[in-house]
């Protein structure tokens, strides 16, 4: 069985929780006034929002709050009486519809390859250029005769591109470009940001119309670009600590928690809910096992004073103890 892509979604997250608040507090009109500025900011927001009370609705629980705002001005809204769900009772409520919903087989991202939950795919390209893709990680390939591109949709993958002086390797990730002739290096893409490291060899990563964030990188260097303010931090790394997932180890150094808690959603078949933006914020370096999700989050948490709590094996919900 497949898990769906949007575990490992912030936006479908925040979704979820603004659901479990609006059926906490159904007449907080101040509550009401922040889940409107949040849907209206972005066309991603009011989709997973769609998606999330098409799920609750569907297995029958309590009207979603704002139904109105999903299914269109056209139709009239539903009338069933909306009642208090308390947190506990939601939370237990999604997780069932969560289960079936993952057992339906929720589309994954469109992509040449993909990479299953908990698994890595090695990938052989026309050029003799291999790639390995990371767990929930996708791809396109479109290679001509004047240029070999790819393009990372989701996850992480490292390459190893085979030299051609005559077709540059170009690899886009979220809006941000990598270009090589020859070389090993670790691509990863996330809704927080895009990391590039090099193992060996040279690249250059550019991003922006007008390539403001051009460097050059050269075999230990690291650069990390913002997707959200285009901030770009150089940092050195250990040529050994490079795509470090492909033998199953999570290296981190002086990330903060959410970013880290992002990288094992590609692992846990299910949702992992981190709702406490305090927590999230806080920093962590260490070696954790990929092969289990849930004792790697909890080391994680631990020196911050956070815990994990299982509902069902498909969902995690991370929190202050």
């Known amino acids: 069985m497949t898990a769906p892509e949007h575990r490992h979604d912030p936006i479908w997250e925040q979704a979820l929780d603004w659901l479990f608040q609006l059926q906490a507090r159904p007449e907080d009109s101040a509550l009401k006034e922040a889940f409107e500025i949040w849907l209206c900011a972005d066309p991603r927001h009011a989709e997973a929002w769609r998606g999330v009370s098409l799920t609750w609705q569907a297995m029958g629980a309590v009207t979603p709050a704002h139904v109105e705002r999903w299914q269109g001005t056209a139709q009239p809204a539903l009338r069933t009486k909306r009642r208090i769900v308390r947190p506990v009772a939601a939370v237990l409520a999604l997780a069932a519809c969560l289960a079936l919903w993952l057992a339906a087989g929720a589309l994954w991202p469109e992509g040449d390859y993909r990479a299953a939950t908990g698994q890595t795919r090695q990938l052989v390209l026309a050029d003799g250029s291999t790639v390995m893709l990371e767990s929930g990680s996708a791809l396109d390939v479109a290679y001509e005769s004047g240029h070999r591109a790819v393009r990372l949709l989701s996850g992480q993958a490292f390459f190893e591109v085979a030299p051609d002086a005559h077709r540059p390797f170009n690899v886009n990730a979220g809006g941000v470009s990598v270009t090589v002739v020859g070389t090993a290096f670790d691509v990863e893409l996330t809704d927080r940001a895009v990391r590039v490291a090099v193992q060996q060899g040279q690249v250059e990563v550019s991003a922006g119309v007008e390539n403001q ?3 050059l990188l050269s075999p230990g260097e690291a650069l990390r670009i913002d997707r959200g303010t285009g901030l770009a931090e150089r940092h050195n790394i250990g040529i050994s600590d490079i795509a470090a997932w492909r033998s199953g180890q999570l290296v981190v150094d002086g990330i903060s928690v959410g970013e880290a808690v992002d990288r094992l959603r590609r692992y846990h078949r299910g949702l992992i ?10 920093k962590v370096t260490g070696v954790y096992d990929l092969t289990d999700p849930a004792s790697a989050l909890a080391a ?7 815990t994990v709590t299982q509902i069902t094996p498909y969902l995690l919900i991370l929190d202050r103890g």
């Open 213 to 215: 964030s051009a460097a």
């Open 273 to 282: 809910l981190l709702q406490d933006d305090a927590l999230a914020a806080q």
């Open 300 to 306: 994680i948490l631990r020196p911050h004073g956070g």
